[in-house]
């Protein structure tokens, strides 16, 4: 039986044409009464123009599963007590006053949109605090067990070593779930079901290689189906997997239901890709492991407007470099540096996040280690943590079409702008971090969230919805 998933209730039904009147009146009906409540609404608060605008809201499960987006949040005029509707519940912000994991609990001082500084980094700060509680409590995982005799056991169990690299991410990932509170050995209590076999060991083994990964993919999930009934129940629909390169893609081309319908987390996250489903599926950052403190670097200290190195491997690169390639003010470097790379990142107030291969590169970690304003340059590219993190707080979004405009664009950037900017790539990068023992918000945490914010996901017949 074909199989369907959803994430909103059921097309509305067509009017009937032989009843043409009813609807009208109907209609006419609904304008009414919705003009009446706009007006009541309006009575009732009268200085809306006042309140801050309309945040985003992060999605709750509903009874029936669904992935179900609140109505936007807006502070209710002259409260004592500042609340937040969201949807049909309310939520006191006088809740949050406790401390939250590094966010603090002090009194926070707003401005003029009703906002602090910090909390623009967040679509919904406070919604997000309370869920994330939510999830550390309740949020278990199972995943398909392995022994260290299983000749794959090197792709299938964590790794014994701390990773490193340009595709750390993957494997950072799995060792700190396996030893983590969200992982269950009872497959009952599990709202989600782990996949562990590791795309970027796979590569490397000479039994499979790369053209080898789809088979392995396929009888693996085969075997799955036949020795547990977990998947068959929603057709894979709660599974997920973790990759970070980009042969994690091509893995999937003999597993249909794999890439159709489990999370797949990964790093090549372009939605502008059919392989990859925006909002089922996860972004996983890709970040080079760094340890100890950040280096500090004043803003007045950074000299240099702009800065890239990396190899020529795409057309929009090769824009990039025929643009810029002899700019004084943005140093545009092909291949490997005489200087080192630190120096670059330190010394400019942007640093370019260009496409090469695919649309993630670790250059977005990279700028916010340390304390550069990322510039993406990635059509069709779903940032990590999107679903979190207001992007436009801390980086610069450009257009592919707009390479010619660049310096312009980053010139139009006033220094308190700027500033504002370099504050919260400061506060947003320990969402970047990975950590062997996981610390509250760091890039696990982040990851975690989000499949958290996934576990709603439901499988329906075809038959049963039309």
Known sequence: MASLRRYSSLPPRLPDPNRTSDFSFFTVSLALVSSL?????????????DQPPPQHTLPSESSSGFLVYPLPTRPIAHSPIVEHVIGVSVVKRSDFSGGFGGFGGTQKHFGSNGLNEEDKIF???????????????????????????????????????EPGGNYASESYFKKVLMRSHFITKDPTKADLFFLPFSIARLRHDSRVGVRGIPDFIRNYTSKIRQNYPYW?????????????HS?????????????????????????????????KDVSL??????????PKVASSERKKLAFFAGSINSPVREKLLQAWRNDSEISINEG????????????SK?????KGFEVNTARIADALYYGCVPVIIANHYD???????????FSVVVATLDIPLMKTILNNIGSEEYLKLQRNVLRVRKHFKWNLSPVDYDAFYMVMYELWLRRGIVRFAISGLF
């Open 350 to 354: 942007f640093c370019l996040h260009v």
């Open 285 to 294: 950052p890709q970040i080079w492991p760094r340890q100890g403190t950040p």
């Open 232 to 244: 068959n129940r929603s057709d894979g629909a709660d599974h997920f997997y973790v990759a970070c």
């Open 383 to 393: 940032l990590p943590f999107s679903d979190i993190l207001n992007w436009k707080s």
């Open 123 to 161: 679509h919904d700060k406070y919604i997000f605090l309370e869920d994330y509680k939510d999830m550390n409590r309740n949020f278990k995982i199972y995943a398909y067990p392995h022994n260290k005799d299983d000749p794959f056991a090197h792709a299938l169990l964590p790794v014994d070593f």
């Open 37 to 49: 409540g706009i007006l009541t609404y309006i009575s009732l608060i009268p200085h809306l123009s």
């Open 247 to 279: 042969t994690g893609r091509s893995a999937m081309e003999k597993a249909e239901q794999v890439k159709l319908n489990a999370i797949q987390v990964v790093c090549s996250s372009s939605y502008f890709l059919s392989g990859y489903i925006a909002h």
């Open 336 to 347: 490997r540096l005489s200087t080192p790379y630190a120096d670059g990142l330190l010394e």
